[in-house]
């Protein structure tokens, strides 16, 4: 299993960038997946999470700005961000697995992540 995520840059405050990850080896049709970021000097935060039911949950500091989206058929799922904010500076990864308890999982595989600043 691989998850490869894609997108990050550097970026100016209020704007905008799509992240992408795409899962090889299971299929995402039936599983949780979510987007992670981690800041240097803080916690891992969950970002948003895309159930198997097909809702969908956002961190209350995104909601609003970034929407998740998923592509079954391409074993994709993406992160459009909007009104970006330099704390909205993190390592982005996402994450595949049951998700019972949300953003605490569990969750079985992990991508490496890709890098996203926000200048202001």
């Known amino acids: 299993v691989q998850l490869v995520e894609s997108g990050g840059a550097v970026a100016q405050a209020g704007g905008s960038l799509t992240l992408s990850c795409v899962v090889s080896?299971?299929?995402?049709?039936?599983?949780?997946v979510a987007w992670f970021r981690q800041a240097p000097g803080k916690e891992r935060e969950g970002v948003s999470l895309?159930?198997?039911?097909?809702?969908?949950s956002y961190n209350d500091l995104v909601k609003g700005r970034f929407t998740m989206t998923r592509d079954n058929s391409k074993g994709t799922v993406y992160l459009q961000m909007n009104a970006l904010k330099p704390e909205d500076t993190a390592v982005y990864s996402c994450?595949?697995?049951?998700?019972?308890?949300?953003?605490?999982?569990?969750?079985?595989?992990w991508g490496q992540g890709t890098q996203v600043t926000v200048s202001s």
């Open positions: 895309s159930r198997r039911g097909g809702s969908t």
């Open positions: 994450a595949v697995g049951e998700a019972r308890y949300g953003f605490w999982g569990p969750y079985d595989y």
């Open positions: 080896g299971v299929s995402i049709e039936h599983t949780g």
